[in-house]
């Protein structure tokens, strides 16, 4: 998938200017931080949470301020081994438990950085819910809080196979088959969840762990930081979640537990594709964006169309350049091309094109489909071989790297001189029927603009980047 997704906790959704409550806080979620607190807004507690963390007032010295519990040295029950990883907001240690001998992930969180009630009851509605859901399928087990003087420690299973997020990043895209059997634990996770009464607010591939580094691992869902118990009948409007993954109900602050499916779908999206969906700045989607009231041409015809207004010297330039791409350059413009050669031949007829053009959504006549061929035909025997296609579709910017235009200018300057004269551009157009003395004046015109009769390096760079148009000036190459 290139470098097209970014972790989302580097684009958090925070509701800005909140009408009663600051935008939620969202810890960094690094490898050595997925067990961290993330912490939501308007913590809403169950009525649980009263049995599990006793309220009776204690002295400052004997019971921790989150979970309202006495104090535990966390080393008389678990051997603290090697750092897993450390971030913002704690440290996380392998640890093995010492009446099991099992080894299970510890994350340590400074207890100062609990700076205010909220961060505390945050922190204490996350403990409940993992421990309300802890043994369900899909779900990282949750093995204890322990409270000390300094710190509160997060035991939880051991998930050795790192990130799903990192694991789409390494592989790519997900055949249908895989994404089939990792979105069937995601839907399980929602359906567990939801059932089980909890809205978890922020599911997205960083918060699913690999149980280890096998390529059939399953994945358990971690950080319920944002998640709250769902209260019957109640419509939420905390702005809260990732960008990539956030439902729109969220934005619009009125929201029921149909978000958590919606961002479901966005990962199941990522998988098939390697891409998050609506990908870009996307200013045409803003109310007086830069939406045109024009019909959508695809971008093949659109390049057909580009390429039909160029002069014939580029054209042939840009063929050389094309018959020097790699595979991977042209990969995707090769299956358009067998899936326009119906036959078979090798080559594209006029009817050929015209029903390619048709199933990509064109409705041009029969007369500018014949106008598109002519111009992508440039040896003019009647019909479009591979390279010539691939000329006429390719996007610009990959043929107009400096390594393609060196080679395309000494296809021109046979003599490595420095330039193109008239008699070398005649000897390398001949070739393709276009070495007439009305073709040479023409292109010599558009492109010698120093007029000295030749064409030196910089101008043949000039016409390889500029723009041209066609027909009222709405193309551009790009």
């Not at 993330?38 to 309220?55: E, G, I």
């Not at 998930?159 to 789409?168: A, N, P, Q, S, V």
């Not at 990792?182 to 149980?211: A, S, T, W, Y």
Request: aromatic residues 8%; contains cysteine.
């Amino acid at each position: 998938m290139g470098n097209c997704l970014k972790k989302s906790r580097d684009i958090p959704i925070s509701s800005g200017s909140s009408d009663d409550t600051p935008p939620p806080q969202q810890f960094p979620k690094s490898t050595q931080e997925r067990f961290s607190p993330t912490t939501s807004k308007k913590a809403t507690l169950s009525s649980s949470s009263s049995s599990s963390f006793p309220t009776k007032p204690a002295l400052a010295e004997e019971v921790g301020i989150v979970l309202q519990r006495p104090y535990v040295d966390i080393n008389s029950l678990y051997v603290i081994e090697k750092e897993l990883g450390r971030g913002q907001f704690g440290v996380t240690y392998l640890c093995t438990e010492k009446a099991t001998g099992r080894k299970y992930a510890c994350k340590s969180i400074l207890r100062k950085k609990f700076v205010n009630s909220k961060d505390i009851e945050d922190m204490k509605r996350e403990i409940l819910i993992l421990q309300h859901v802890t043994g369900q399928p899909n779900i990282v087990e949750f093995k204890g809080a322990y409270e000390d003087k300094q710190n509160l420690h997060l035991v939880m299973e051991l998930c050795t196979g790192g990130e799903l997020f990192d694991r789409i990043i390494n592989k790519g895209t997900y055949s249908e088959r895989e994404a089939a059997s990792i979105g069937r634990q995601i839907v399980n996770v929602v359906h567990v969840c939801h059932f089980m009464g909890v809205m978890h607010r922020d599911l997205k591939p960083e918060n699913f762990l690999m149980v280890s580094k096998d390529d059939h691992s399953p994945i358990k869902a971690i950080d319920f930081g944002l998640s709250v118990f769902i209260e019957e009948g109640k419509l939420y409007k905390e702005i809260v979640g990732s960008a990539y993954y956030v439902a729109p109900e969220v934005l619009r602050r009125k929201y029921g537990k149909e978000i958590d499916v919606w961002s479901a779908g966005v990962i199941l999206y990522i998988l098939l594709s390697g891409v998050p969906p609506f990908w870009g700045e996307h200013p045409w989607l803003k109310e007086d964006g830069d939406a045109s009231d024009r019909p959508i041409s695809s971008a093949v015809l659109i390049r057909m169309k580009q390429f039909r207004a160029m002069n014939k010297m580029k054209k042939l330039a840009l063929k050389v350049i094309a018959e020097n791409l790699s595979e991977e350059d042209i990969k995707g413009l090769k299956q358009m091309f067998n899936n326009m050669d119906t036959d078979k031949s090798g080559t594209i007829t006029l009817e050929e094109l015209k029903i390619g053009l048709t199933r990509l959504g064109s409705r041009l006549s029969e007369t500018e489909i014949k106008q598109l061929m002519d111009a992508a035909d440039v040896d003019q025997n009647g019909t479009i071989d591979y390279s010539e296609f691939i000329t006429a579709t390719m996007h610009r910017h990959k043929l107009e790297t400096e390594e393609h235009l060196h080679k395309a200018f000494k296809y021109f300057d046979q003599d490595d001189s420095g330039f193109i004269t008239r008699e070398e551009l005649r000897k390398a157009m001949t070739q393709y029927g276009m070495g007439d003395e009305a073709t040479i004046d023409e292109v010599l015109e558009d492109v010698d603009t120093d007029k000295d009769g030749r064409i030196n390096y910089d101008e043949f760079v000039a016409m390889m980047r500029k723009g041209t148009t066609d027909n009222g000036g709405q193309h551009r190459l790009s």
